[in-house]
């Protein structure tokens, strides 16, 4: 009896640990899909980024100078993109993807503000908002909000905030890593499902998951088309930010 009990035990428990994991199967790239590197260690250049790429240069690292005030300052060496120059530009990768897994880190200033757009369009945000409660699309690793541009900046609805705020403050390298799916057009053009992040994690905790964006993000919503591939943009008008370790890989043969 006792045997037996034991035994009813452990199939208990493995029936209720198998259902927990089921619950967090993400579905990752097919086995042969190598990374793409578009910013790494060995790069001494912004070789595939597109031009224009005012405002940035190459360094060994980004550190937060204690003096105030919204700066970044660079180290000499490679393998870091960092925008201290004078009104700089977003930076586009030349490549263009349709569903990828993107790994990179980033480093803000003090009140700095920036993001990872995928297709050029659905962004990430990242902000310095270490600590701040509650979550919104408005912080670091929010699916960014709809808004209306110049003149009048109006958000048209709240994005998707992440579950959990975890961010770092400003001056420390930080990890973002997510998958994303191209929206699908059928043969006449129209769209027949939106693009998604399947997930995303910021830091190592998962803040998204299964998240649909029906529309581009920001104030390119009405003024950017959709499309079915696109590239990389790192956005670099909106503060001093550094990036680092920036790669992708294909997400092939994975189910819708």
């Not at 050029?120 to 699309?137: C, H, N, R, S, V």
């Not at 699916?143 to 905030?161: I, Q």
């Not at 997510?178 to 006449?188: G, I, Q």
């Amino acid at each position: 009896m006792k045997n037996f009990f034991m035994l009813s035990t452990c199939r208990f428990l493995f029936r209720s640990l198998s259902a927990v994991l089921i619950q967090f199967v993400v579905v990752w790239p097919a086995a042969g899909a190598e990374w793409i590197t578009l910013l790494g260690a060995e790069h001494d250049s912004l070789s595939a980024w597109r031009e224009p790429q005012q405002g940035w240069r190459i360094v060994g690292d980004a550190t937060l100078p204690p003096a105030p005030g919204k700066h970044l300052v660079g180290s000499p060496g490679q393998g870091v993109a960092i925008n201290s120059g004078r009104e700089p530009v977003d930076l586009i990768s030349r490549e263009e993807f349709t569903d990828v897994e993107l790994r990179l880190e980033f480093m803000l200033a003090r009140g700095s503000n920036s993001g990872v757009k995928l297709n050029g369009l659905y962004e990430i945000q990242f902000l310095d908002t270490a600590g701040a409660e509650p979550t919104t699309g408005n912080m670091c690793g929010g699916v960014y909000p709809r808004s209306l541009g110049p003149p009048t900046f109006t958000y048209l609805d709240k994005g998707t905030a992440p579950r959990v705020n975890s961010a770092k403050p400003a001056g420390e390298w930080q990890t973002l890593e997510l998958a994303f799916r191209s929206p699908r057009f059928n043969s006449a053009g129209e769209k027949t499902s939106p693009g998604r992040f399947d997930w995303v994690r910021l830091n190592g905790e998962l803040i998204h998951e299964h998240v649909e964006v029906n529309f581009p993000t920001g104030a390119v919503w009405d003024e950017s088309p959709e499309v079915p591939a696109g590239p990389v943009l790192l956005q670099g008008n909106h503060g001093p930010v550094a990036f680092r370790k920036v790669a992708v890989r294909v997400i092939e043969g994975a189910a819708e």
